[in-house]
């Protein structure tokens, strides 16, 4: 769920690390709690390569398809007329899956980094989640959390 927030949330520090005073060392400290963070939790699972595997193996569960369930994401409502899984691979698949999502959040993901809000911020979140729901290789119905706090707080 966590991939879901993760481009909105790096679009809006980064954008606000580039409006300090001295960009370069802020960008640097925010590199620096990223990878420390991302080194603790992956800690346990390092000791072995399988481990790790294993773990990037249920985080991208590839081998179940383009869709989980026939959840009502772009895949699946594209199905009706173009068939997905007879036309192509998984590889390509993957890759129209990763390209359409970043496409899809990457214009709230800009406007972050150039200029940051908080009622950017929430914005940027809706889309990402939504890009994630409903391109992603495999949708899932987290980004209605998001959209449960989005509304919340408007």
Not at 77 to 93: D, E, G, H, N, Q
Not at 108 to 120: A, C, R, Y
Not at 121 to 149: A, E, H, K, P, R
């Amino acid at each position: 769920m966590s991939m879901y927030f993760a481009p909105a949330f790096f679009g809006h520090l980064l954008g606000k690390c580039l409006k300090r005073k001295y960009p370069i060392v802020e960008i640097m400290k925010l590199g620096f709690v990223v990878l420390g963070t991302f080194a603790l939790v992956w800690w346990p699972y390092l000791h072995s390569y399988e481990a790790a595997m294993q773990v990037i193996s249920r985080l991208a569960p590839f081998e179940r398809g383009i869709y989980e369930d026939y959840v009502a994401n772009f895949w699946c409502t594209t199905s009706v007329l173009i068939k997905w899984k007879r036309l192509y691979a998984i590889k390509p698949l993957k890759l129209m899956s990763l390209s359409a999502t970043i496409l899809a959040f990457l214009p709230s993901f800009i406007q972050q980094v150039k200029s940051p809000s908080n009622l950017g911020f929430l914005y940027s979140l809706l889309n990402s989640s939504f890009s994630f729901y409903l391109f992603s290789y495999q949708g899932m119905f987290y980004c209605w959390v998001d959209t449960l706090f989005f509304c919340k707080y408007m």
